[in-house]
């Protein structure tokens, strides 16, 4: 089966397709022929190698994490999806192979599609909805009354973000750029600042939570947009970053919760309609590699970019 691969760190022109051959299916494991894979930043961050010190040595490694498909084969174990159910999930970064025909996944990180999303739609949310989940839901603990400002507010994570924290009764603001200001107000964000017009939303008002999806704001600039009892929410760590986050009450790391309690109520959530992804591109499996490279080097695409398996 083909995939998208490489044989050492680097940029784009590090990709190529290649044959692999799946491993022999475990107890826990799902085989999935997939439809549709999402392209998430970190994906090409993995091939760049930011997270080399994590992963094993070996050579080629497979690209792509978040994909939905049908289920060709399950292991002994598996009870929670059947051959033939459509499915989405994810699986872990050092194991990625998404950007595939057939994927194998754990068992814990397949949950079934949400019948009113596409394969392609379903395929966009894992990793941005579940690192939503644990910066909005999680990490500032979005209630009724709550406020929460978004960074971002238009990108796959924020634009999760903005959805979870109204469906848990907050209410929202944030920044975007602007050709996302439309979608972002249709949304709820209210009020949206430009991303340039940083004096406004830094003197203006003090709010719950402050999550930064694009590590751009700076901790002190988050800080000070706080209210006493308020929390700073970061998911683009540096190694500062890191030590403050494990020290400090206001400022947190958040990272993709991985599993298939957090993968089930976003389907759920789903389901209702309201969590719903942007879809921007579909392009051809074929074209993986240079759809890759233009999502990785731009300009800025609106909405998530997918790559659709032939059925
Ligand atoms: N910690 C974790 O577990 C975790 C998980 C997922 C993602 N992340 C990180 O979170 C960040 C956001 O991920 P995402 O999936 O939401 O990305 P995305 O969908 O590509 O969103 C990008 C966002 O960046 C904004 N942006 C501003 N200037 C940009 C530029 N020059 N080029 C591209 N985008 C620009 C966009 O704003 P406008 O549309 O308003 O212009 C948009 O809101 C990435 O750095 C990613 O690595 C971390």
């Known amino acids: 089966m083909r995939r998208v691969q490489y044989d050492r760190y680097g940029g784009p022109a590090e990709m190529h397709f290649g044959e692999f051959d799946l491993p022999l299916l475990g107890r826990n494991h799902v085989r999935v022929a997939v439809r549709a894979a999402a392209i998430n930043p970190f994906d090409w961050k993995l091939r760049q190698g930011a997270m080399k010190l994590f992963m094993n040595r070996s050579f080629p490694k497979g690209m792509g994490t978040d994909s939905a498909g049908v289920v060709e084969a399950v292991g002994n174990d598996v009870t929670t999806v059947r051959v033939g159910d459509e499915v989405f999930g994810t699986m872990d970064f050092k194991k990625s192979g998404a950007f595939a025909e057939q994927v194998t996944l754990d068992a814990n990180l397949v949950a079934k599609k949400p019948p009113q999303l596409s394969f392609a739609e379903a395929a ?37 973000a903005v959805q979870l924290a109204i469906t848990h009764g907050a209410r929202v603001a944030g920044t975007s750029g602007p050709t996302s200001m439309a979608s972002a107000s249709a949304a709820g964000v209210q009020p949206i600042f430009a991303y340039s017009n940083k004096s406004a939303y830094l003197n203006g008002e003090k709010f719950d939570a402050v999550f930064d999806t694009l590590g751009t704001l700076g901790v002190g600039d988050g800080l000070s947009m706080l209210n006493p009892d308020g929390v700073f929410v970061d998911i683009n760590p540096t190694a500062p970053r890191l030590i403050r986050g494990m020290v400090s009450r206001r400022y947190k790391l958040a990272f993709a919760t991985m599993g298939i309690k957090h993968l089930s109520a976003i ?15 579909e392009a051809r499996f074929e074209d993986a590699l240079s759809t890759l490279t233009k999502a990785e080097l731009g300009p800025r695409l609106s909405g998530k970019v997918v790559l659709l398996m032939k059925t």
């Open 124 to 160: 966009c949310l894992p990793i941005p909805a579940m690192t939503a989940w644990a910066a909005v839901v999680d990490r500032a603990r979005a209630r009724p009354g709550s406020s929460i400002f978004v960074n971002g507010c238009a990108g796959a994570v924020g634009s999760s």
């Open 267 to 281: 389907a759920e959530l789903a389901c209702k309609g309201a969590l719903r992804p942007a879809v921007g591109v």
